[in-house]
């Protein structure tokens, strides 16, 4: 019975818990869409002042129905102006972003040849390493033999010597 009971307490848990986890998914979409439209206002807020601003500018500069011929010509001067000035600034961009590719290629060849070079230059060391230890073992050998020869003449030396010795004792 007290299992029955534990069970059941524990399904009402589980229960709660995802209730629970709902409302907190459910609080946190809130809260994003709350942001989201707080933003969307004050970007209508922004745009409401820009045009007001305009409206107003519109106001204090109004041009007379004389004057209205010249001042579209210096708009249109001014919009060639400008024209001209983005255009000059676009070619200069497209020339900056030539050379700049340009100069990201040779670094980047450069780069590769640099590395290749080093990594040449690894294999040799390595290479030289091993030659390196193996005519060290070589050597070692060598001097051991050497040792041993060293050794043979010694005792040949001493052995004549006793044979020189004998003779000229026998000879007397």
Do not use: W
């Amino acid at each position: 019975m007290c299992i029955i009971e534990l069970e059941e307490s524990k399904r009402a848990n589980e229960t709660f818990i995802a209730k629970n986890r709902s409302v907190k998914e459910n609080c946190d979409q809130f809260e994003k869409e709350l942001l989201q439209s707080r933003q969307d206002v004050s970007k209508l807020e922004i745009l409401l002042r820009r045009s007001c601003a305009i409206a107003k500018n519109r106001e204090e500069a109004e041009v007379p129905l004389n004057e209205l011929p010249a001042y579209i010509e210096r708009l249109q001067q001014s919009n060639e102006a400008l024209v001209a000035k983005t255009q000059q600034i676009t070619i200069e961009l497209e020339q900056s972003k030539v050379k700049n590719e340009k100069q990201s290629r040779d670094y980047s060849s450069v780069r590769r040849q640099l590395n290749d070079e080093v990594n040449a230059a690894k294999d040799e060391a390595l290479s030289f390493t091993k030659k390196n230890s193996l005519l060290s073992v070589e050597n070692q050998e060598l001097k051991m033999k050497l040792k041993g020869h060293n050794d043979k003449f010694e005792t040949l030396r001493s052995e004549l010597d006793r044979a020189a010795l004998k003779r000229e004792i026998l000879k007397k």
